[in-house]
């Protein structure tokens, strides 16, 4: 169930604080990774709608935390993920009738799948991490295993496990090294014969 309230406290250079229910209420924790858009920094007395639960010493946790009126945008943009989906799958079709043609070794096309299942396993792996606080894949790595053919695993992790998939800067890489990986294999399709 969804509540709105009030950031009643905030520490913007530590990252949380805490809001109370509208109508009142035991305050709850806040912290800057609960919110699901990260577009604009909260502020003491800013209105937010949130999940709230309760952490193994039985404090109150907010969770899925959206500023007032974003509620909608959150939703609108966790549909642009299945543009991925469909471009990974457009992908390993335009694989699989190249090596069926004869244009391309099916060596290729399992090397593209094995490198997708390791990407995947990756960013499960660090979402993971994220999570309970551990030592995290450095975002290289990711950006490496996308370069080596794993892009298509990285876009349908992205979008299943919500992972990275909203820091701008490192999209920015990765699309990077998607196009970088295409042109290496056009490459392969130009001199294969």
């Not at 919110?35 to 969770?63: C, H, K, M, S, W």
């Not at 551990?134 to 975002?139: A, D, G, K, L, N």
């Amino acid at each position: 169930m969804r509540f709105q309230g009030k950031i009643t406290s905030w520490k913007d250079d530590q990252g949380f604080g805490f809001v109370v229910q509208n109508g009142g209420g035991e305050r709850a924790f806040l912290h800057i990774k609960a919110f699901e858009n990260r577009t604009q920094r909260p502020a003491e007395g800013d209105l937010i709608t949130y999940v709230q639960v309760r952490d193994d010493r039985g404090r109150f946790r907010a969770e899925q935390v959206c500023f007032v009126g974003q509620r909608r945008v959150a939703a609108a943009e966790s549909g642009q993920g299945s543009g991925s989906v469909i471009l990974a799958l457009l992908f390993a079709a335009f694989l699989v009738s190249a090596c069926f043609i004869g244009r391309l070794p099916w060596l290729i096309a399992g090397g593209y799948l094995l490198m997708s299942i390791v990407a995947f396993i990756a960013y499960a792996l660090d979402k993971s991490a994220a999570r309970n606080d551990r030592w995290r894949t450095p975002e290289s790595t990711l950006h490496l295993l996308a370069l080596l053919g794993g892009w298509p695993g990285a876009l349908l992790a992205q979008r299943v496990l919500r992972h990275k998939s909203k820091k701008a800067a490192f999209l920015l890489v990765f699309w990077a090294t998607v196009l970088m990986n295409c042109a290496a294999l056009a490459w392969v399709l130009l001199r294969w014969r």
